[in-house]
């Protein structure tokens, strides 16, 4: 039984992985190149305060973008929209206080 468990708990880890390296909708104005959504994909994938995977990113000028973060299933669930900011070529996440929670009320 232990070892189901520690499968699980591998092939789980497995699919978040993959899911988060899946290439989100990047939609706006603008482009990103590859290296952009890669740098983006990876400040989100660091955080265990942000839910995977990336769905969307919203490009609204060429430094400035917004980033969506998961996929809510049930109520109580949330996505969230974390504005991104390109300084001297790396890609930052702006401050927490600016991150919108968005929980899932009814379905």
Known sequence: MVRAVQLGLLFGGALLVLQSCAVPEVCGKHTLSS??????????LKRFDIAKPITRISVETPNDAMVEAGVPQRVGEAFFLIPVHKTNGQWRLSPRSKWQRIEITAI
């Open 35 to 44: 290296d952009d959504i890669h740098q983006i994909q990876i400040l989100v």
